[in-house]
């Protein structure tokens, strides 16, 4: 009879249900961000206030002073709202109240994890390098706090945006503590094992798996510039951008070297991302079929199936996304259902990892 894996320690369970609730605050934190960005709401609140900024203006003369801060700190972005017509307090407001969401949102992720992580810390007993690896949690999403802001300050210049570089590393910093507290998760969860001896015959498929995740992470960065640089909004048609496979009149020479084209140039990021989700998708499926002819134990199999399932579901998203003119709903939903696949090839790429002896 195969016997459960023993968890690191009594209260493992308890932390476990903890950090899932974490991840999937991150993941609300995630659409949040999305819809502040697709909204152009994120240079809406001028100051940082960490402990003031929690609550929002309260009276018409500070809702006044609000907006007129905007108009000065972000007064390209104003303008550009007003090209039509004046943006007024009230449209203001609306815009206000994703970034204020998003942030309130921020601060109460770090007390929903600083809180538990000091009562386990101190009522729970458990491995040092178990304290030290929740510790890194608490710093990881306190650096990701500083980063969105150094995000937005770049938008408070010339241009009426925030940088794209600034923008993919802030949802590369929060895809990336997701996928720090999923690996605690999955190393506290204890499960059945029936073959202990499978990892070694599946050490290919492992490295197969942790190359396409590398792949997976480039395709994710492609993404942010694509968010930044408003480039879903441009050549609404698939596959063929317009009428061609790619625009060519004028638009390489414009942005000069290549290096500077596969980075600055919308036309082509939103090329390089749409391609490079046919080279991901046909990748993953390869991999998925690989893993099906290996002798998998149950999560491992169950890990490749719903690798297979949500990437799936993301290419299609992703084209919808794209033939809708970058519609709400779809953008929002392809950008969470990207944590989705990201999780699931980090749960495969777990399971196909032989487990670590717990040291103290």
Avoid at 84 to 89: G, K, Q
Avoid at 97 to 123: D, K, N, Q, S, T
Wanted: with cysteine; proline share 5%.
């Amino acid at each position: 009879m195969p016997r459960p894996q023993k968890t690191p320690f009594p209260a493992a369970p308890q932390v476990a249900v903890w950090l899932w609730m974490m991840c999937t605050l991150i993941v609300i934190m995630v659409a949040v961000g999305g819809i502040t960005r697709l909204t152009e709401s994120g240079l809406s609140m001028v100051r940082w206030e960490p402990v003031k900024g929690v609550i929002a203006p309260q009276s018409q003369e500070a809702w006044q002073e609000a907006f007129d801060l905007y108009k000065i700190k972000a007064g390209t972005q104003f303008e550009k709202f007003s090209a039509d017509r004046e943006m007024t307090l009230k449209d203001f407001q609306k815009i206000y109240f994703w970034e204020y969401a998003h942030r309130v949102l921020g601060r109460f992720i770090g007390l929903a994890y600083a809180l538990p992580m000091f009562y386990f810390l101190l009522r729970a007993k458990m491995p040092k390098s178990w304290k030290v690896k929740l510790w890194i949690g608490l710093i990881l999403g306190g650096g990701q706090g500083v980063l969105g802001w150094f995000m937005v300050m770049s938008g408070f210049a010339d241009l009426p945006y925030v940088s794209h570089f600034r923008l993919a590393a802030h949802l590369c910093m929060a895809l990336f503590v997701f996928v720090y507290l999923l690996w605690l998760i999955l190393d506290l969860v204890p499960f059945w094992t029936h073959r202990r001896e499978n990892y070694d015959s599946i050490k290919p498929l492992r490295v197969a798996t942790g190359l396409w995740l590398v792949l997976l992470s480039l395709q994710i960065v492609y993404g942010a510039f694509t968010a930044g640089l408003r480039a879903g909004y441009m050549y609404n048609s698939y596959p063929m951008m317009g009428r061609r496979l790619f625009p060519t009149d004028g638009i390489l020479e414009h942005y000069g070297s290549v290096l500077r084209n596969v980075l600055y140039n919308p036309v082509m990021v939103q090329f390089i991302h749409r391609h490079l989700a046919m080279v991901v998708l046909v990748t993953g499926i390869c991999l998925w079929g690989f893993a099906m002819q290996k002798r998998l134990m149950h999560r491992q199999k169950l890990a490749m199936n719903l690798l297979l399932l949500t990437l799936s579901l993301q290419f299609v998203l992703g084209i919808f996304t794209l033939v809708s003119g970058m519609n709400m709903v779809l953008a929002v939903s392809h950008q969470v259902c990207a944590c989705f696949v990201l999780g699931s090839g980090v749960m495969a790429f777990h399971e196909l990892t032989p487990p670590k002896k717990i040291t103290s």
